[in-house]
Nanobody, 119 residues
Framework: QVQLVESGGGLVQTGGSLRLSCAASGSIFSMYAMGWYRQGPGKQRELVAT???????NYVDSVKGRFTISRDNAKNTMYLEMTSLKPEDTAVYYC?????????????WGQGTPVTVSS
């Protein structure tokens, strides 16, 4: 099993910055990729950014140039550095870890951390 614990969310003004953290524990040796998703009020959950086991990062267009995903392997922790925040970034942010075991993918989720950007 995998456990994911997010932290770092909060209230920030437009243009401000926040750093989210996701601490992973458990059977993460088969980790394929990690990522951040978000779900805004009345919206479906959407992918924000991913980082592969090899460190390759991808972002949704709306956050490119503003958000940076990274991972500290020694601490088993993933981060999302968010800058130039906009009200439309308001959402609950979820950490995701995908493992690959015998050609089958498994997804694990954190409990979510809320981010509110005031205008």
């Amino acid at each position: 099993q995998v456990q994911l614990v997010e932290s770092g969310g909060g209230l920030v003004q437009t243009g401000g910055s926040l750093r989210l953290s996701c601490a992973a524990s458990g059977s993460i040796f088969s980790m394929y990729a990690m990522g951040w998703y978000r779900q805004g009020p009345g919206k479906q959950r959407e992918l924000v950014a991913t980082i592969t086991r090899g460190g390759a990062a991808n972002y949704v267009d709306s956050v490119k140039g503003r958000f940076t995903i990274s991972r500290d392997n020694a601490k088993n922790t993933m981060y999302l550095e968010m800058t130039s925040l906009k009200p439309e970034d308001t959402a609950v942010y979820y950490c995701n870890l995908r493992t690959l075991v015998h050609t089958v993918f498994y997804d694990y989720w954190g409990q979510g951390t809320p981010v509110t950007v005031s205008s």
